[in-house]
């Protein structure tokens, strides 16, 4: 996409997502007639996702060339990540820890889903055997992800194991790579409607401006913790890493697109297709943007780790129960393991806070005290999600391609 038509877009995107709060905040039946409109936008982008993430990956282990200067960049982005999902969570437990927000909240009556109760009994160990599916075709039909991931991983380092064979093979997920990229070029010209309809239609579900804001009074706190502690990482933490890349805040910029959509769609992995083309139209390596983004996308979850933190100590305090200094570790390795399994798909935190609740024995019944505003604050923290990815693009291709490539090793 041309730099003219990019910054249209995103000049359109954002009086979209404009509109759309004005249009659910004050006339709500309207925004729930127009939610199909957001649906097939976001389905339009959730097509793409599991043919682009598996071309996406072979074609960029192709392009590393051997399987062991993939291990080192592997290695590298596997530990970036790590380490920021964890310093998420460590901001959220001295923000909640700060703000006390659960003091003196009243216990909720309503119901937790049924899908979220379904989760008792998941453990640390599922995240890890969830990595591998006995089903490629089931994973992708439930997009699931990480098992699609691992196994392109997989399959890529195999090819670059047998020599001229697989010229052919890496040249075909090539063309499919740049083919789904033209098709999300193409899928970007209806953002600003799906966006306006993703983001009104929410709205209007919650009953409009009047009665979302009487959710968010109740527990204000809470999204108060939340979101300060998402502003503490977005700009500082990923601030910093960024401002070591050298790059200017026109990249920012640039990733505008993928972060508003990604506000509207309350989803990374729909958001990625458009992650991937701002990063490379920003000039980032293509072998960090085809490795290092849909990688991301699953494994690198800074916000979603970091709400979690905050969201179980909410409920421990909501319930009178002090979490001693042991229990607030296993919270930190907990949320920064249970993150890495989130899927990047809307209210996924919900579902992996589950495996925090239960690894400190605090009833899963609180989840119900989050639920009127989780929608509201998803959205804040996919933005750090992929705000987070970005910057590691960029970070990663500075700290291992540019550099190996100086010493001629890529």
Same mark, same amino acid.
Request: hydrophobic share 55%; aromatic share 10%; glycine share 8%.
């Given at each position: 996409?041309?730099?003219?038509?990019?910054?249209?877009?995103?000049?359109?995107?954002?009086?979209?997502?404009?509109?759309?709060?004005?249009? =659910?905040?004050?006339?709500?039946?309207?925004?729930?007639? *127009?939610?199909?409109?957001?649906?097939?936008?976001?389905?339009?982008?959730?097509?793409?996702?599991?043919?682009? *993430?598996?071309?996406?990956? &072979?074609?960029?282990i192709g392009a590393l060339g051997d399987v062991r200067r993939l291990g080192k960049f592997g290695g590298l982005t596997v530990t970036y990540y790590f380490m920021t999902t964890a310093i998420a969570v460590l901001i959220g437990l001295v923000v909640v820890n700060l703000i006390q927000p659960g003091a003196g909240i009243p216990q909720s009556a309503a119901a937790t889903p049924e899908h979220i109760l379904e989760k008792q009994g998941t453990g640390v160990g599922d995240i890890f055997l969830s990595m591998i599916s006995p089903n490629l075709v089931a994973s992708a039909s439930d997009m699931q992800l990480l098992p699609l991931i691992v196994f392109a991983i997989l399959f890529a380092m195999a090819l670059t194991t047998i020599g001229d064979r697989a010229k052919a093979v890496f040249s075909f997920f090539d063309g499919v790579n740049e083919a789904m990229m033209k098709l999300v070029t193409w899928i970007m010209v209806f953002a600003p409607i799906g966006i306006f309809a993703l983001i009104a239609s929410r709205l209007g579900q919650a009953g409009g401006g009047e009665a979302f804001f009487a959710e968010i009074r109740a527990v204000g706190l809470y999204v108060v913790s939340v979101i300060a502690g998402l502003a503490i990482h977005f700009c500082l933490l990923l601030g910093l890493l960024f401002a070591m890349t050298g790059r200017?805040?026109?990249?920012?910029?640039?990733? =505008?697109?993928?972060?508003?959509?990604?506000?509207?769609?309350?989803?990374?992995?729909?958001?990625?297709?458009?992650?991937?083309?701002?990063?490379?139209?920003?000039?980032?390596?293509?072998?960090?943007?085809?490795?290092?983004?849909?990688?991301?996308s699953t494994v690198n979850m800074d916000g979603t780790a970091l709400y979690e933190a905050v969201a179980v100590l909410f409920i421990a305090q909501a319930?009178? *129960?002090?979490?001693?200094?042991?229990?607030?570790?296993?919270?930190? &390795?907990?949320?920064?393991?249970?993150?890495?399994?989130?899927?990047?798909?809307?209210?996924?935190?919900?579902?992996?806070?589950?495996?925090?609740?239960?690894?400190?024995?605090?009833?899963?019944?609180?989840?119900?005290?989050?639920?009127?505003?989780?929608?509201?604050?998803?959205?804040?923290?996919?933005?750090?999600?992929?705000?987070?990815?970005?910057?590691?693009?960029?970070?990663?291709?500075?700290?291992? *391609?540019?550099?190996?490539?100086?010493?001629?090793?890529?």
């Open positions: 996409m041309n730099a003219r038509l990019a910054g249209y877009l995103l000049f359109a995107i954002i009086i979209a997502a404009i509109m759309g709060v004005f249009v =659910g905040w004050y006339f709500a039946d309207f925004s729930n007639q *127009i939610d199909w409109l957001g649906e097939l936008f976001l389905n339009a982008l959730k097509m793409t996702i599991i043919p682009l *993430i598996i071309a996406s990956v &072979i074609s960029g200017s805040f026109d990249y920012l910029v640039s990733m =505008g697109r993928a972060l508003i959509t990604a506000f509207g769609t309350a989803s990374s992995s729909s958001t990625l297709p458009l992650t991937m083309e701002c990063a490379r139209e920003s000039g980032v390596d293509d072998r960090s943007v085809k490795f290092v983004l849909p990688l991301g319930y009178g *129960i002090d979490l001693t200094t042991t229990q607030q570790i296993i919270v930190f &390795i907990t949320a920064t393991l249970a993150a890495i399994g989130a899927a990047g798909i809307p209210e996924a935190g919900l579902v992996t806070m589950v495996i925090v609740l239960s690894a400190v024995g605090l009833p899963l019944d609180g989840i119900a005290l989050l639920l009127a505003v989780d929608w509201f604050l998803d959205r804040f923290r996919t933005v750090t999600n992929v705000w987070g990815d970005s910057v590691g693009a960029a970070v990663l291709e500075k700290v291992a *391609i540019n550099s190996q490539h100086k010493k001629g090793a890529l």
